[in-house]
Structure formats: structure tokens, C-alpha cells
Nanobody, 119 residues
Framework: VQLVESGGGMVQPGGSLRLSCAASGFSFNTYGMSWVRQAPGKGPEWVSRINTGGRPTYYADSVKGRFTISRDNAKNTLYLQMNNLKPEDTALYYC?????????????WGQGTQVTVSS
């Protein structure tokens, strides 16, 4: 099993980034997928989740209206479009899988991609 995040970087406040998570070694379309972030000195914060078929999607209040989660099951890839980024979005972003549409506890995480929002 592999989950490999990419697309992180440094961006100014108000900017955008698109994160990707390439999945391999398992049946991607049978797993719900989530993005979770961890800021320096803080615990993990759940960001967003998408069910196996692409809907429904769920968001933390802190990112609702700014972030969009999506997936391409044909490409075994998860995405997170992040717009209007704020300094408080600075964190290491992980993708994680959980089996099916009703088990929300992740059983595997990627290594993460760093997002830094700073002027």
C-alpha cells in the first residue's frame, strides 16, 4: 500500500495550491479518503473527506468554502484544491484511507506534503 502526497509548497496569503495523493497497492475505489493536517506544535486536524464514489464530501468548518476535495478513481488519485489560503492553513497535509463509506477511522496514511502560507 502506498499513498504519496504532492503539490505542497510556499504560497502567499490569498493564494491557491492543489494537493494530490497518488494511491497504489489497493482497490482505491473501495476506500473513503480524507485529508488531515498537522500544524507545528499541534495535534492532527481532520480537513475533509470524500466517499468512495466521489460523493458526498465533508469539510471542517475552518476550510469550508475555500477547499474542495475530489477524486479520480480511474487514476487512483485524490485531490485537494485549496483557495484563499490563510497563514493558519500552514501545516503538513496527509491523505489517509478508511474502508468503505461508513468507517471513518483511517487505517493508512501517507508521508505528507508541507504547505506554508506566508507573506
Amino acid at each position: 500500500v502506498q499513498l504519496v502526497e504532492s503539490g505542497g509548497g510556499m504560497v502567499q496569503p490569498g493564494g491557491s495550491l492543489r494537493l494530490s495523493c497518488a494511491a497504489s497497492g489497493f482497490s482505491f475505489n473501495t476506500y473513503g479518503m480524507s485529508w488531515v493536517r498537522q500544524a507545528p506544535g499541534k495535534g492532527p486536524e481532520w480537513v475533509s473527506r470524500i466517499n468512495t464514489g466521489g460523493r458526498p464530501t465533508y469539510y471542517a468548518d475552518s476550510v469550508k468554502g475555500r477547499f474542495t476535495i475530489s477524486r479520480d478513481n480511474a487514476k487512483n488519485t485524490l485531490y485537494l484544491q485549496m483557495n484563499n489560503l490563510k497563514p493558519e492553513d500552514t501545516a503538513l497535509y496527509y491523505c489517509a484511507r478508511s474502508y468503505g463509506d461508513y468507517d471513518y477511522e483511517p487505517d493508512y496514511w501517507g508521508q505528507g506534503t508541507q504547505v506554508t502560507v506566508s507573506s
